[in-house]
């Protein structure tokens, strides 16, 4: 048997018919946004007979909205047409769906508006006008579409009942017996909360995007801290692992009486092993250590590299270490090269020329007679910005060492810039 | 299934190591290859590159080829696609060298040293860098390290570094002016002072081509080895 529920008013706000009709059965349908279908199969065990559950259904939507129709059927769609046409309740007795809504107009049908059209020039004003037309005649005319709408009419079902997922919610609370000062003995909480929340989201084969922690301090107040790793993860070690290094950074400011997490859920990703790729880190164990790493990620000082489309020496962008898959680049070449060991920022320095070349160089920690030089090497930018004008020379100094120094154009001054290595 | 068919997949088995538990194939050798720096000579002197799970030094006075080494090594890694890890107390790093170098910078985590960090947090760093066991080579770069600050390091430090890499598949190397510490199942591996080359005669126009520099390896120097690194 499946029953209807319909709200003849707008619902009030913060009112959902199918958070009542849940409380009935798991198995709803919200056809629209005030009517919704329940699955009441099996439901005779339980209630003495269909008007007795009709009336705790129409009495529960009641209490809620001002204006509720309901009805019970052996087809969904008997239950549907009539709870919207008849106010009160209904119910429909078995083999008589068809004449129940047969009396009803055919605009109780959800039928295009050019077919409804032609139904009324054609005559038909009642459901029962249109189900007592022959369903060949009628699927030579309309096609599948015809002897869909005569089922329709005699209150036939074509598909089943598709009951909407419930919303899901994944948190789990825990009250302390005693409160809990420091992190080592809030380390075991964590865990029983968060091996069921992990448990209960590796069985809907979700992950959690984020996790919020909530903590009820003594003083009443609410410790809300949320993470969001650069992967999710239904792994309470890592969980557990990144949520107490969260806490060593921001650590609540008076004992813990209640612990509680809620997780946003997303999907699992599917992750395709190949035998040709190299294996790929784990994204988990990354996450735990950038978070073990957060004191220099947070700063600026820890990541990634990327440098920036530009002339400008040093021109880079720090950004977070998140290395994707790996792609075999056939054309990729490496190659023992000479690099730079840069000096952050460049040393000032006084340099005195010969001939209008570099001779002899002096800056902190480097000093001497430059013995062999190449230059000078001119660039410059960024005129529209922050403009930059540098002359490059690559000096070895006596004692051995090769360096790249610079005079800057817009500042007049030397500079040394690193050392070559 | 076909031998053909059959030796190609115990190759890519062999290649791939995703047997881990099974018996090794035929022919198949279980150690993981040592690191190589890509400079033949070099590598030969250290019987085929650095080893894994254990640490390693590469030392020599400015400008001997100490960084475009380091470079070259950790550029080779992600170029296979592993991870690499550059912990920089001094902050001289130059990811444009890297990136010329042909280093995949975006499989690189570079943890930057500031005027207020000290060494000790880096190593702290390191440890936890070690501890994941996601890297396949990790730098630690202590060349523009001051002498004293260096001092001030607990000489356990360097014990508690190769113990916490033994038995991973990880490179360790350390990378300063001068000898500072070496695992039991590493290489230190000392630059001599290196010669430069220029392009051409002195004046206008005239490059850096490269330099040139000697290797000796072993407890008493006795292996030695000339390389050179590019410049342009």
Known sequence: MYGCIHACQPLPPGVVLVDLARTFTPRVEAVADGTVLLDLQGFGRVWPSPHDLGQAILAAAAERAPCVAAALAWSRRTALLVARSRPGLTVVPAGEEAATVAPLPIASLDLPEDRRALFERWGLATLGDLAALPARGLAERFGPDGPRWRRAARGEDDQPLVPAPPPETFSCALELDWPVDGLEPLSFFLARVLEPLCAGLVERHRRAAAITLDLGLVDGSRHRRTLKPAAPSADARTWRTLLRLDLETNPPKDAIQSVAVTAEPTPARPVQFSLLDPAQPSPERLAETLARLVDWTSTGRGGAPRLLDSHRPGAFVMETFAPQRFVPKLCRSTTTRVALRVFRPPLPARVDLQQGAPAFVSASGVRGAIVERAGPWRASGDWWDVAWSREEWDVRLESGGLYRIFRDGLRESWFVEGELD | ?232
Do not use: Y
């Not at chain 2, 290196?194 to 390896?217: D, I, Q, V």
């Open chain 2, 1 to 232: 299934m076909s031998p053909a068919l059959k030796e190609s997949l115990e190759e890519l088995l062999r290649a791939r190591r995703l047997q881990a538990e099974a018996p090794p194939l035929r022919g198949e050798d279980r150690r993981l290859q040592p690191l190589a720096f890509g400079v033949a000579v070099l590598d030969g002197l250290i019987a085929g590159g650095l080893p894994r799970g254990a640490l390693s030094e590469l030392h020599g006075p400015v400008s001997s080829g100490r960084t475009g080494l380091a470079i070259a090594l950790c550029a080779r890694s992600t170029g296979r696609g592993a991870l690499v890890a550059w912990v920089d107390p001094a902050d001289r790093f130059d990811p444009a060298s890297a990136a010329e170098a042909g280093m995949d910078l975006t499989r690189m985590l570079w943890l930057r040293g500031s005027k207020s960090s000290s060494l000790p947090s880096a190593l702290s760093a390191l440890g936890t860098v070690l501890g994941s066991g996601l890297f396949e080579a990790v730098v630690l770069d202590l060349a523009g390290v001051a002498a004293d600050e260096m001092r001030r390091l607990p000489n356990t430090s360097w014990i508690r570094l190769q113990r916490m890499i033994e038995d991973s598949p990880t490179g360790l190397l350390l990378l300063a002016s001068s000898h500072v510490a070496c695992g039991p199942g590493g290489v230190s591996l000392a630059l001599g002072p290196a010669r430069a080359e220029w392009s051409g005669a002195p004046g206008p126009g005239r490059l850096l081509r490269g330099l040139s520099s000697e290797a000796s390896a072993g407890r008493h120097a006795t292996r030695r080895a000339s390389f050179s690194l590019d410049a342009v």
